[in-house]
């Protein structure tokens, strides 16, 4: 209630990762020393498919996942902006495929532990929320070696 909209953005890599969500995205964005004056010098659209592991179905090899790769002046990280089912990750207990620790059973996600409990909640499959990533690849060759990590056969 305090602020609507289907948006969130996780700077996954500050020296504290935080989350904001809704119109408060904007406002926060404004006292992070490093976007203040950054520009971006590239936006790509990047498809790639998930690992599904050995029981892979005709759907699997037909099913791919698109997203927004933005590269930034400064270089010190990359932005991912992508679009999935409302509540997905608080869902999915704070896992994405953006970060290394989605399997982490002992610890959790970082970014689970950056959710507020208001996006702790089962998704909606029905309706869609825009997801801004910030993450460690700074270009699209690392933005594309992470993924290879991942990807399905």
Known sequence: KESPGFLF???GTADVPRLTYG???ALASKDY???????CK??????????VGDKETAKDRLTYHS??????DHGKYGTIVEIGYLNGIGGYLGKSNWF???DDKENGTAVYRALPPEMVKPWKDVMSEIRV????ASNIDE?????KKYEGP
């Not at 020393?33 to 520009?39: I, L, N, T, V, Y």
């Not at 997203?67 to 930034?72: A, G, H, I, Y």
């Not at 933005?143 to 993924?147: R, V």
């Open 100 to 102: 290394d620790d989605k």
């Open 23 to 25: 119109t408060n995205t």
């Open 67 to 72: 997203f927004v790769f933005l590269e930034w």
């Open 42 to 51: 590239r936006v790509h659209m990047v498809s790639h498919r998930y690992a």
């Open 143 to 147: 933005m594309m070696a992470y993924i």
């Open 9 to 11: 953005w996780y700077e």
């Open 133 to 136: 990533w910030d993450v460690a």
């Open 33 to 39: 020393d490093e976007r203040k004056d950054a520009h």
